[in-house]
């Protein structure tokens, strides 16, 4: 690991003062650390290099309260263990508190925190070991994973320069959930609609999402629940439990009268960012819910998919998670709310 | 102390507590698990600088031969181990999980503890000891 100061700071304009000083030279070179669990695993890989890195576990960023609209605002440094057994979380937005809890093991949830939780890097196996070529850690190096070891990686999204999955499960559901994240930098505040916070790899695989160096993420903040919407993740992977997703849905959904009135689907597993599935929601508004047109809404994203050489299975593994997760939605599988 | 030191390596290191075990020092094992605050975590992913005013709990803070906690107590009982290697954090999380919102089942026990290993296979035996207590505490 490479030597880094250690800052601690208490307050936020301390930290922007802090980061922005150090930011600058290149990209990484001064990390925020929350629960660590990315952080100082890649720091450990030599993957992560930051020669600062400032605590910033006693800002006051660890609050759930709810909003004027409704909603509710989820603080940076929530524990996702927190997050996922919050009474309000659990009962408005269902889909949240089961993608959480599907994550990692009770340990780590008890550390990760609703901001590291977004920014978590791709489990890739080249990402992680600094012997391979990789674009993503060494702009320019080549990937190593298009005709490598990529049975976990993207079919959605991917580019000839990087084919790395979100691994996030949390980050599907806030996908679904159309979340908004809320930033900080030196030039004031800002708030990014989570569709838009991630970027694809494109020919830039190292730039992963909109923030800015030194800024830091304050909240995720989610609308009020649609009146009568059920909302739910469904994750398919290698073992039963602490284990990444290989396929995963979050729904929110509205059925009234026969007809499906409001669907909001995300992928997590299949692509390089969070999935948002715009056109099979467009597949399955006004239908009547029925297994055909499920298989239509799940045939409308992966028409798309271009699977590589070990993940092919991915392509019929999703559209079975799509499929299932509605069935069970519509079956008043997930919690109801408003109603 | 080098800001690079995990929780993990001072308290091994450092402090010679060496209860707690480095297994994957990756977060992929849970033989690392402390408690800080009464909360369980793994102590290879964190430094310790971070934890200056916190309240860390070990294995060794549980009890010890002779006065052992009812968790130990019933690992020996059940034969909740082979070779002992996770064993401790096993325990830790074990303990953690008696004030979390765990369900009644062998599948709740299976799933809150599913992030400690254990490569000899003991886990029918962890899972009959953390129920034992269980149903011990509710009595
Ligand atoms: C063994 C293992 C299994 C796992 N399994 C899963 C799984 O199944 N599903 C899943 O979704 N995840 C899984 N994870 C990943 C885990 O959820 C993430 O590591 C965690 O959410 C990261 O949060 P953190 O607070 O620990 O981040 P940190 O490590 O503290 O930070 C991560 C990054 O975010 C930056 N950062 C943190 N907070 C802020 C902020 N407020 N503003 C700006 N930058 C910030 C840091 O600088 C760093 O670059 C697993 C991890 C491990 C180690
Ligand atoms: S897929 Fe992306 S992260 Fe993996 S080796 Fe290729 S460039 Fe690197
Ligand atoms: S040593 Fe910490 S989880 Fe394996």
């Known amino acids: ?339 | 102390m080098d800001p690079r030191t995990t929780l993990l390596d001072c308290l091994r290191e450092t402090i010679h507590l060496t209860g707690t075990k480095k297994g994957c020092d990756h977060g992929q094992c849970g033989a690392c698990t402390v408690h800080i605050n009464g909360r369980r975590v793994n102590s290879c992913l964190t430094f310790a600088a971070m934890h200056q005013a916190d309240e860390i709990t070990t294995i060794e803070g549980l009890g010890e031969p002779g006065r052992l906690h009812p968790m130990q107590a019933a690992f020996v009982e059940h034969d909740g181990y082979q070779c002992g290697y996770y064993t401790s954090g096993q325990i830790m999380s074990a303990v953690a999980l008696l004030k979390e919102p765990c369900g009644p089942s062998d599948m709740d026990v299976k799933e809150y503890l599913g992030g400690n290993i254990c490569r000899c296979g003991a886990y029918p035996n962890i899972v009959a000891a953390v129920q034992a207590v269980r149903r011990h505490s509710l009595l």
């Open chain 1, 1 to 339: 690991m490479r030597a880094f100061t250690f800052k601690q700071v208490a307050r936020q304009e301390e930290a922007l003062l802090l980061s922005d000083a150090h930011a600058g030279a290149s990209p990484g070179e001064v990390r925020f650390i929350a629960g660590g669990t990315t952080l100082v695993d890649l720091m450990k890989l030599n993957v992560e290099r930051p020669s600062v890195v400032i605590d910033i576990n006693r800002l006051p960023l660890d609050k759930i309260e709810t909003t004027p609209d409704g909603g509710v605002r989820i603080g940076a440094l929530v524990r996702n263990g927190d997050c996922a057994h919050h009474p309000l979380l659990q009962s408005r937005y269902p889909a949240l508190s089961q993608a959480l809890l599907s994550g990692a093991s009770a340990q780590l949830r008890n550390m990760a925190t609703t901001g590291g939780n977004l920014l978590q890097r791709t489990r890739c196996t080249y990402f992680r070991d600094t012997v391979w070529t990789c674009n993503k850690r060494v702009p320019g190096s080549g990937c190593s994973a298009i005709g490598g070891a990529n049975r976990m990686l993207a079919i959605l999204g991917a580019s000839e320069h990087c084919i790395a999955t979100n691994p996030s499960d949390m980050n599907v559901a806030l996908t679904a959930l159309e979340a908004t994240v809320h930033l900080q930098g030196k030039e004031g505040e800002r708030s990014v609609a989570i569709d838009e916070f991630f970027h694809r790899p494109g020919t830039t695989p190292h730039i992963e999402n909109v923030l800015r160096p030194g800024e830091l993420i304050t909240a995720v903040s989610l609308p009020a629940p649609a009146p009568g919407s059920r909302s739910l993740y469904l994750k398919l992977r290698d073992r039963a439990t602490y284990e990444f997703a290989l396929a995963s849905a979050a729904v929110v959904l509205t059925a009234a009268s026969g007809r499906i009135t409001h669907v909001r689907l995300a992928l997590g597993g299949v692509g390089t960012v969070p999935w948002r599935a715009h056109e099979a929601e467009a597949a399955l508004l006004g239908k009547g819910p029925s297994p055909e047109i499920f298989r239509r809404a799940a045939e409308a994203v992966l028409q798309h998919a271009r699977p590589q050489s070990e993940n092919g299975f991915k392509v019929e593994l999703a559209r079975r998670c799509i499929t299932h997760a509605l069935t069970t939605a519509v079956a008043g599988g997930g919690e109801q709310y408003g109603s």
